[in-house]
Structure formats: C-alpha cells, structure tokens
C-alpha cells in the first residue's frame, strides 16, 4: 500500500485547507484510516480516523467542530477539510491506513506527510 498527501501549505488564521490522502497498491484490505499530525518537539497524535464505510468518524478533542474527516473509496483517497485553522494547527499532517492481511494481522502504513502551517 502507498499513500500519498496532498493539499498542505501556510494560511492565515482562521483560513481553511483540504488535504488529500490517496492510497494504491492492495487498498481493499485497507480498513480503518486516518490522519495524524506531529508539532516540532512534539509527539505524533491523532487528528480524526474513519472507518471504511465512513459511518464512524472519531476526532481529537482539539479539532472538533473545525476539521472533517471523509473518504471515497472509489477514488481510494481520504480527505480532512480544516476550518478555522489556528496558529497551533501548524504540523506535518501524515496519512495513515490500516491494512488487515488474511491471516488477521495488521500493517500500518504511513504517507510522507504535508505541511501544514497556520500564522497569526
């Protein structure tokens, strides 16, 4: 599986951005996705994750009612429409997949990341 971000760049407060996550390879065992996002200095944490019909969504308390989380897998991409970014937005935002084998084990796979950087 390889995923790739898109969408990343520097807005102001309050502005929006939209990022990508298209995923290829063996997607249709790609089940739960998600994005994180690391700060300098800081641990990798979970912004939002989505089941793989999209009827769960769960996000981080800090990014409620501003960021939502969808996918299209016919497309096989996932997006995060960000709203009302804040200054402490500002990360490398990283795509993730959870890939399940036949055997029931479980691979997480990473995109490269995108950046993301919000000014006050």
């Known amino acids: 599986v390889q995923l790739v971000e898109s969408g990343g760049g520097a807005v102001q407060a309050g502005g929006s951005l939209r990022l990508s996550c298209a995923a290829s390879?063996?997607?249709?065992?790609?089940?739960?996705m998600g994005w994180y996002r690391q700060a300098p200095g800081k641990q990798r944490e979970l912004v939002a994750s989505?089941?793989?019909?999209?009827?769960?969504?769960n996000y981080a308390d800090s990014v409620k009612g501003r960021f939502t989380i969808s996918r299209d897998n016919a497309e096989n991409t996932m997006y995060l429409q960000m709203n009302s970014l804040k200054p402490e937005d500002t990360a490398v935002y990283y795509c993730n997949a959870e890939y399940w084998t036949v055997d029931a084990i479980k691979y997480d796979y990473w995109g490269q990341g995108t950046q993301v950087t919000v000014s006050s």
């Open positions: 390879g063996s997607t249709f065992s790609i089940e739960t």
């Open positions: 989505i089941t793989k019909t999209g009827g769960s969504a």
